[in-house]
């Protein structure tokens, strides 16, 4: 591996602007940091440089620990955006510079800046001053200056940022032809996804300092796992579906589905605006029925025209995962030239749609459900500050539902609707135990307690009561923390009579369960171990500070309020999650 | 100057002020009246004296010892404020530190205090018994009425003019740079001298042109603090005054030719250099 990042972590006045980042680069290989601006991306390279200090975590070239070495040490070439060119010196001292430092001769130096200007096609160049060059050349001298004394890694930050699209194509095409030619290890940082697509052998999508995906490009495209990179990575409709027995669905739950034996859960769907088919009606669709709807806006774009629909007839019955703009459910679609020649369509014509394939993101926590036992709680509840943020950055929706059950004093739950969609969220009340039992008998997976005042989180703290709850608990630890820049612990804890000898074991545990939400979730998490009484060692953690999140895992519900009701009770200052899977064998 | 037209180019490109030929007349006829003319009256001033006349005034000894204080005095200062104004200067632009805004207002001060005020609040500061002066008397160090007084209250005249110069060049110097040459290998000196200087080196001389030729004009800061002994710590302008007192006004004007013509001699020099090192700079680039 020739650049080795482990659980690198940096934090600007507390705030992890790097979080848990660990990634292997190969030998030889392009890999792209995309992000969007302050995903952390430039901070993540300028750590591999050097240039920023990690607070926590190793970074290794060519298996060599650089953690503590500074820049002028690692021997690795940087390219900036704006190019950074020396503007007092020639285009020849500027590539000599790093070969001065080192005192080389001045005929190898020579021979060297030959063969740099030759690589980068600006063979003669050499007495020119930056400023007698144009923009696309100054980052050539740059990539040559970058490379003059043949470094481990090549770190390119934005490198086209500044150039017109034209220029950017070609010193595209020159970059990757150097990387080739000198099978040298290579980073770019980029916003820009087509650039990523183009340049890319794997590329890494980091949003709020997480890296959160890695793939080849194509892998990435058709099936992300998060919806972060799949609407970062070229355009994404977002359905909300009910994934059963029998496939999946889109539209309003229907009655027999939930008679079913197993329960159906919300799924999210990606739906790619090319995987989107227009008929004029039902009948003549090649790919699956989903909804009838108007074409509103058509942009033509050359090879492809993009058009906007609205989905009428059965708009009510397909969720779109997010409605943005007011609350019609528009869909994006894209359509080649010969799908225009044998489907001509205009503004205001009604047309069917059909989908021809979707990709099911294995994300669990798809939407919210705000549940309170009036319309004003409800309403209060749907505008918390920490579940909007939460729902805008995962692009989900939040639905209002009364359930005067949860009102204070009645506790008879079987008046509870047993429908779901997603998560189900209450305010913390004295008695949130109770709807929590409530709310988990009749079918909710997951049950946020929201306090009142409750801010994003600095931390997340994992916790799951039984083995059987583990992976669950991983999974909607990882969606969640994928859309809040938070540092995640996962706490485990022995009794306090666990036997010395014993304990390394529960240190082996710890270690799987790190390495499973990395290698299942992508999750970098830190973990801690501690021995006593489980609800008093959360409690002492929880009291550290206001601004932590728990996610409490458990697979019976039954022993709830026995195990965790002190924890639950104490707990109304900082949000909880609990997490809920019937333990299997369990009916 | 390009303005890049969409429509047709008009003969004659529309600029906010009005036209070249009124703006270039009004800078001519301003030159001339407030200071090509006084200089030449100086000069015409001067001329009335016969060469002897003018030599014994010019080669007096006691006006060689202040030409000696002033020049000199002038070019220590200058120099103190290279460093020192150099090092204010990167302090202000490339550190955030609170009172940082009050010390960047501080720096203007000297420009804005009566040049008296400044010399007489010296003169308390270093005489024998005031707050710094005590504790360097023992130490056989005389500020006040010394030429390290003198140079001290120049120092502090030209500073602002130091830092202002070279703050927006420092501006300059994007961080990049230095993190560019430091994955290039370049230790912090290397970097200094081979990126920070060479893009700065223009405003610092510009700087110390400025601090030196208004440390040669100073006279009010200066007159209370040197004690004004001939031949040790008077200086040239203090020197004029005095033959303008005497009316000997010949005399004064002789001495100005003098300083007028040593400032413009150095001047010169210094923006000479510039212009060397600038095609130094463009042609071999070290």
Known sequence: ?587 | MSAVGVLAKPLRQPSILPGFGLTLGFTTFFLSAIVLLPLAALVLMAAKLSWSEFFDVILDPRAIGSYRLSFGASLLAATINAVFGFVIAWTLVRYEFPGKRIIDALIDMPFALPTAVSGIALTTVFAQNGWVGQYLEPLGIKVAYTWIGVTVALTLIGMPFMVRTVQPALEEVQKDLEDAAETLGAGRFHIFRRIILPTVLPALLTGFALAFARGVGEYGSVIFISGNLPMKTEITPLLIVIKLEEFDYRGAAALGVVMLAISFVMLLAINLLQAWGRRRHTRSGR
């Open chain 1, 1 to 587: 591996m020739s650049i080795t990042l482990d659980q690198v972590t940096k934090r600007y006045q507390g705030v992890p602007v790097v979080n848990d980042v660990s990634v292997e680069i190969g030998e030889g290989e392009f890999f792209v940091l995309l992000g969007p601006s302050g995903s952390g991306k430039s901070t993540l390279l300028r750590a591999i440089a050097g240039l920023t200090g990690v607070n926590h975590g190793r970074i290794a070239l060519h298996g060599r620990d650089v953690t503590h070495m500074s820049a002028r040490d690692r021997g690795v070439g940087l390219v900036f955006q704006n190019y950074a060119l020396f503007r007092h010196m020639t285009v020849a001292d500027n590539i000599e510079f790093a070969l001065r430092v080192r005192r080389m001769k001045r005929a190898d130096r020579v021979a060297r800046r030959k063969e740099l200007l030759r690589l980068v096609a600006l063979e003669g160049m050499d007495e020119r001053l930056p400023a007698q060059l144009s923009g696309g050349q100054q980052q050539r001298v740059a990539v040559a200056r970058a490379l003059a004394h043949k470094p481990e890694v090549l770190l390119l930050d934005e490198p086209f940022g500044a150039l017109d699209a034209k220029i950017r194509e070609e010193l595209r095409r020159t970059i990757r032809q150097v990387q080739r030619e000198l099978g040298i290890s290579t980073v770019l940082v980029t916003h820009d996804q087509e650039e990523a697509f183009a340049m890319a052998d794997r590329i890494g999508v980091m949003n709020l300092g997480r890296l959160l995906e890695m793939g080849r490009p194509d892998e990435l495209y058709t099936r992300p796992a998060t919806r972060f990179v799949a609407t970062f990575l070229g355009a994404a409709n977002l359905l909300l579906g009910r994934q059963t027995k029998n496939g999946i669905h889109f539209g309003a739950p229907q009655a027999h589905l939930l008679n079913g034996s197993g329960r159906s859960h919300e799924v999210v769907a990606v739906l790619r605006p090319e995987e989107v088919e227009l008929a004029p009606n039902r009948h003549t669709l090649g790919a699956s029925y989903l909804a009838a709807g108007k074409v509103e806006e058509i942009v033509f774009t050359g090879a492809l025209e993009r058009l906007r629909v609205r989905l009428t007839k059965g708009s009510e019955e397909v969720q779109l995962a997010r409605a943005d703009s007011g609350d019609d459910a528009h869909l994006e679609v894209t359509r080649t030239q010969p799908e225009q020649r044998a489907f001509a369509v205009k503004v205001g014509q009604d047309v069917a749609v059909g989908i021809r394939r979707v990709h099911v993101l294995p994300t669990p926590l798809s939407s919210f459900t705000a549940c309170a036992a009036n319309e004003t709680e409800v309403e209060t509840l749907s505008k918390h500050p920490l579940l909007v943020e939460l729902a805008t950055r995962m692009k989900t929706r939040v639905t209002a539902r009364v359930e005067p059950v949860l009102a204070n004093g009645s506790k008879d739950c079987s008046s509870l609707d047993k429908h779901f969609s997603g998560a189900a969220v209450i305010s913390s009340q004295p008695d949130s135990l109770k709807s929590i039992e409530c709310l988990l008998t009749r079918g909710a997976e997951e049950v946020f307690v929201l306090p009142p005042n409750a801010a994003s989180p600095q931390r997340v703290l994992i916790h799951w009561a039984d083995e059987a709850a583990r992976a669950a608990t991983l999974a909607v630890s990882a969606s969640l923390l994928r859309h809040v820049s938070a540092e995640a612990v996962y706490v485990d804890i022995k009794p306090e009579t666990t036997p010395e000898a014993d304990r390394p074991q529960g240190m082996r545990a710890l270690l799987d369960a790190r390495s499973e939400a990395q290698a299942v979730h992508g999750l970098e998490m830190r973990t801690e171990l501690r021995f006593g009484d489980v609800t008093g060692e959360l409690l002492r953690r929880l009291s550290e500070s206001t601004d932590q999140l728990l996610i409490l895992g458990v697979s019976q519900i039954s022993g709830l309020a026995e195990r965790f009701g002190s924890l639950l009770a104490a707990a109304s200052r900082s949000p909880l999650l609990v997490v809920y899977r019937e333990a299997e064998g369990q009916s």
